[in-house]
Nanobody, 123 residues
Framework: QLQLVESGGGLVQPGGSLRLSCAAS????????IGWFRQAPGKEREGVSC????????NYADSVKGRFTISRDNAQNTVYLQMNSLKPEDTAVYYC????????????????WGQGTQVTVSS
């Protein structure tokens, strides 16, 4: 059974940092592109950052470039999202997702989703 489990969310002050983890099981992890997405209350879900199977290609939303870094450890079946210089507008539920077909971009359909982890940036 394919499973994605996010962790690492929480409450942080503006300017602070968090590292999200997405632990995968039940499938051949390094066959899949992985993405981080977020959804804030009253807003549509948006792609934050996505990474290719090998980790050699990454993509970022303009709003997080220079602040967030995506990485993956295929030996540990885990993808990370390091988030620095957090802003209140980064507050959202963050989801990781996987897809077998398609590019390592945050557009298009992702087939498998985790349940999400809440990130709240507030003073």
């Amino acid at each position: 059974q394919l499973q994605l489990v996010e962790s690492g969310g929480g409450l942080v002050q503006p300017g602070g940092s968090l590292r999200l983890s997405c632990a995968a099981s039940g499938f051949t992890f390094d066959y899949y592109n992985i993405g981080w997405f977020r959804q804030a209350p009253g807003k549509e879900r948006e792609g934050v950052s996505c990474i290719s199977r090998s980790g050699g290609s990454t993509n970022y939303a303009d709003s997080v470039k220079g602040r967030f870094t995506i990485s993956r450890d295929n030996a540990q079946n885990t993808v990370y999202l390091q988030m620095n210089s957090l802003k209140p507008e980064d507050t959202a539920v963050y989801y990781c997702a996987a897809r077998f077909f398609g590019a390592a971009a945050c557009t298009g359909k992702y087939d498998y989703w985790g349940q999400g982890t809440q990130v709240t940036v507030s003073s």
